[in-house]
């Protein structure tokens, strides 16, 4: 098993930045991926941006390439999700989720992700 935990959501201004962590514990040797997704209320939950655990490659959905960054610190197993020139729309819970599924094709229906974190709420004012 795997365990993934959230941190640094908040209320922030517009335009302004915020870093969510994801740290994971157990058996991260089985894990090929981890992801960011968000869900806003009312809406379906929807892939942010993954980065493969060995750190060597990232995808970021088009809603928010060139304001938000992917990162992994290895020696901490936590992944790190930058996020700067914040919109109102980025408004959501924020969830880490990772997967064992190999290949070249990057995974970003949340059905296919195995472990889960519990979310964390970021809230943009505008």
């Known amino acids: 098993q795997v365990q993934l935990v959230e941190s640094g959501g908040g209320l922030v201004q517009a335009g302004g930045s915020l870093r969510l962590s994801c740290a994971a514990s157990?058996?991260?040797?089985?894990?090929?991926?981890v992801g960011w997704f968000r869900q806003a209320p009312g809406k379906e939950r929807e892939f942010v941006a993954a980065?493969?655990?060995?750190?060597?490659?990232?995808y970021y959905a088009h809603s928010v390439e060139g304001r938000f960054a992917i990162s992994r610190d290895n020696a901490k197993n936590t992944v790190y999700l930058q996020m700067n020139s914040l919109k109102p729309e980025d408004t959501a819970v924020y969830y880490c989720?990772?997967?064992?599924?190999?290949?070249?094709?990057?995974?970003?229906?949340?059905?296919?992700?195995?472990?889960w974190g519990q979310g964390t709420q970021v809230t943009v004012s505008s």
């Open positions: 980065i493969r655990w060995s750190g060597d490659s990232i």
């Open positions: 989720a990772a997967h064992r599924r190999r290949g070249s094709t990057w995974i970003t229906k949340d059905h296919d992700y195995d472990y």
């Open positions: 157990g058996r991260t040797f089985s894990l090929y991926a």
